[in-house]
C-alpha cells in the first residue's frame, strides 16, 4: 500500500484502541476495588448484555481469522471447525450455564471445591485452567503479528514481534485497571463491530457473484487448484487413516473443550441469576451461529475471489485471508476503497483479539489468584490483596503468552485454539461433570481428573508433529515425533474421564452424601447461590 493509503489504515486501526483505553479508564475510576467488581463485575450485566460479552469472547481470531483462512485453503474441510465450534454450545446450554452459575463464585475450581477437600483441589483446577488460558492467549497472539504486519505493509520478523508484544502490553492494561466490568464493555463493542463488518463482507461477496452461492462454490473450487475435491471431505483430513482420527480428535475437543474454558465459564458469573445465564447463552448461541454461516461465505469468497496461492503467500496458515478479501472488494491494492475496508476489517479483527485476550487474562490471573494463591496462603487472603495479586498475575501471564507466541508465529490461529479446546476438554471436563452429576466422586477423583487429562494432553502435544518431525513444526529441524496425531483429544479426553473414575474407585475417603445433596439442590433451584 502507499504511504497516503498506510496512514488512513493505521488511524482506523488505531481508532478503536483509543475507544477501549478510555472505557477502561473510565472504569477504573468507577471501580470499589472488591472482588467481586473486579472478577465479575458486581453481577450487574443483563441477559443480552452478557450474551454479546459472551460472543465477542467466544468469536476469537481463530474464527474471525483461523477458520475462514482454512476454509480458504482446504474448502469442505476448513468448515469442521465451524460445525464443532457451534455444537459445543448445545453442551454448555444443557449441561453447564445455570449449574456453574448457581455453584461458583468466580472459578471452576469454585464449583468443585463446594463439596471436596478445597486446597488440592484449587490448586489442580487453578493450573489446568492457567494452563488453557495461555494455550489460547498464545493463538490470539499470533493472529495479532500476522495481521498488524500485513497491514504495515510488511511481514518482517521485527513488525510480527513487536506487534505481540504491543497486544500482550494492552491486554495486562485492560484487565490490571478496568477489570471484568472493562473487559465485558470492550467485548460488547467488538461483537456490535465483528457482526457488522462480516455483515457487510458477506454482502458484498453475494453481490459479486449476484446472489448465486452455487457460482460462488463453482469458482472457488476452481480457482483452488483441486476442483470437486475442494467441496469434499478429506482433502485435509481424508489422505490416510492418521489424517481421519486426527478428524474425529479435533471434533471431540472442540465439541466438548467449550464447556471447559474458563473464560467462558467465568461470564456465568457476571448475571444476577442463573436464568439469567441460560438466556445469556441462547443470546450468544443466536449471534456466534449467524456469524459461522457468514464464515461459510468468507472462506469460499477468498477462495474464489483472492486465490488460496495468494492467500498462502501472504500468511502460509492463511490468517490473513479475511483482510485480503476485504482488500479485494473494496478495489484493490492501490484504491482508496480498498484500503479503507482493508483498513476496517484489520481495526475489527484487531479489536476481536484485544477483547478476547482480555478476558482469556481476567479469567487466569482470577485463577492465579482466587484459586493458587489463596490456596497457598496458610491464612486466608483478604479480598483486596486478591485483587492486587490478580492484577500483578495478569503481567505474568502476558509475558509468558508474548513469548509462547512469538514462537507460535507460523502456524494456524484456528489450529492453535484446537489444541486449547483439547487441553480443557480433558482436564476441566470432566472434573466438573463429575462434580455436578456424579454422587460418589471424591476429592482424590477430583484431582486425578485433572492431571490425568492436563498431563497427557500437554504431552502428546509436545510428541506430536506440531513441535516438531515436519517442515510446519515449531522446532523443524529437530524429531521427537512419537505422537502421530496434530490434536491429543482422542486420547486425552477419555484419560481425563478414566483419571477421575479411577481415583474415586480407589479413594479411602468416602463421598460427602449431605456435600452433594447441597450441591445438587443449589445447582438446580439457586437456592444459596452468591
Known amino acids: 500500500m502507499s504511504g497516503n493509503h498506510q496512514t488512513l489504515a493505521l488511524l ?29 463485575g458486581g453481577r450487574l450485566f443483563s441477559p443480552m448484555e452478557n450474551g454479546f460479552a459472551i460472543s465477542g469472547d467466544y468469536m476469537s481470531a481463530a474464527s474471525f481469522l483461523g477458520v475462514t483462512g482454512l476454509i480458504a485453503l482446504f474448502g469442505y474441510d476448513g468448515l469442521l471447525y465451524v460445525v464443532g465450534f457451534l455444537v459445543a454450545w448445545l453442551v454448555v446450554l444443557f449441561l453447564v450455564a445455570e449449574l456453574v452459575r448457581n455453584c461458583g463464585r468466580f472459578t471452576l475450581a469454585d464449583v468443585v471445591a463446594s463439596r471436596m477437600s478445597e486446597r488440592p483441589v484449587r490448586i489442580a483446577a487453578g493450573t489446568s485452567s492457567v494452563t488453557v488460558s495461555v494455550l489460547y492467549l498464545v493463538a490470539q497472539m499470533v493472529g495479532a503479528g500476522s495481521l498488524v504486519a500485513l497491514l504495515l505493509g510488511g511481514t518482517s520478523e521485527a513488525a510480527r514481534n513487536w506487534t505481540v508484544i504491543g497486544v500482550g502490553a494492552l491486554m495486562v492494561i485492560y484487565v490490571s485497571m478496568g477489570g471484568m466490568r472493562a473487559t465485558t464493555w470492550i467485548q460488547i463493542v467488538k461483537a456490535v463491530l465483528l457482526m457488522g463488518g462480516a455483515i457487510a463482507l458477506t454482502v458484498l461477496v453475494l453481490v459479486r457473484f449476484h446472489g448465486d452461492f452455487n457460482q460462488l462454490l463453482r469458482s472457488a473450487a476452481d480457482r483452488s487448484g483441486h476442483g470437486d475435491a475442494f467441496l469434499a471431505p478429506g482433502l485435509r483430513y481424508g489422505g490416510d487413516w492418521t489424517a481421519r482420527f486426527d478428524f474425529i480428535s479435533l471434533g471431540l475437543a472442540l465439541v466438548l473443550g467449550t464447556a471447559g474454558l474458563p473464560h467462558i465459564l467465568s461470564r456465568f458469573y457476571t448475571v444476577p441469576t442463573a436464568r439469567a445465564a441460560r438466556r445469556s447463552v441462547v443470546w450468544a448461541i443466536g449471534l456466534i451461529g449467524s456469524f459461522y454461516l457468514m464464515t461459510f461465505v468468507l472462506g469460499f469468497g477468498a477462495a474464489a475471489i483472492v486465490g488460496p496461492e495468494a492467500v498462502r503467500g501472504s500468511n502460509a496458515a492463511g490468517n490473513t485471508a479475511v483482510p485480503l478479501l476485504a482488500l479485494d472488494l473494496g478495489g484493490g491494492a492501490n484504491s482508496t476503497g480498498g484500503t479503507v475496508l482493508f483498513a476496517i476489517v484489520a481495526a475489527i479483527a484487531f479489536a476481536t483479539i484485544l477483547a478476547v485476550v482480555a478476558g482469556i487474562t481476567l479469567a487466569s490471573s482470577a485463577s492465579v489468584a482466587h484459586d493458587l494463591y489463596a490456596s497457598l496462603r496458610r491464612r486466608r487472603a483478604k479480598p483486596r490483596s486478591e485483587v492486587a495479586v490478580a492484577r500483578t498475575a495478569a503481567v505474568g501471564i502476558g509475558v509468558v503468552a508474548i513469548a509462547l507466541g512469538l514462537l507460535a508465529r507460523d502456524l494456524n490461529v484456528a489450529f492453535l485454539v484446537g489444541l486449547a479446546f483439547a487441553v480443557a476438554a480433558s482436564a476441566n471436563l470432566p472434573v466438573l461433570l463429575y462434580s455436578l452429576f456424579w454422587r460418589g466422586f471424591t476429592t482424590r477423583g477430583a484431582v486425578w481428573a485433572v492431571y490425568g487429562g492436563l498431563v497427557p494432553a500437554l504431552a502428546l502435544v509436545l510428541l506430536s508433529p506440531v513441535v516438531s518431525g515436519s517442515p510446519e513444526s515449531l522446532f523443524p529441524s529437530a524429531d521427537f515425533q512419537y505422537f502421530p496425531l496434530q490434536n491429543p483429544g482422542l486420547v486425552s479426553i477419555p484419560l481425563g474421564f478414566l483419571a477421575g473414575w479411577l481415583g474415586t474407585v480407589t479413594s479411602a475417603e468416602p463421598p460427602d452424601e449431605a456435600k452433594y445433596a447441597e450441591t445438587e439442590v443449589r445447582s438446580l433451584t439457586g437456592a444459596g447461590a452468591v
Open 12 to 40: 482506523l486501526f488505531s481508532a478503536f484502541v483509543v475507544v477501549t483505553l478510555a472505557i477502561t479508564t473510565w472504569v477504573s475510576r468507577n471501580r470499589h476495588g472488591s472482588a467481586e467488581e473486579f472478577y465479575a
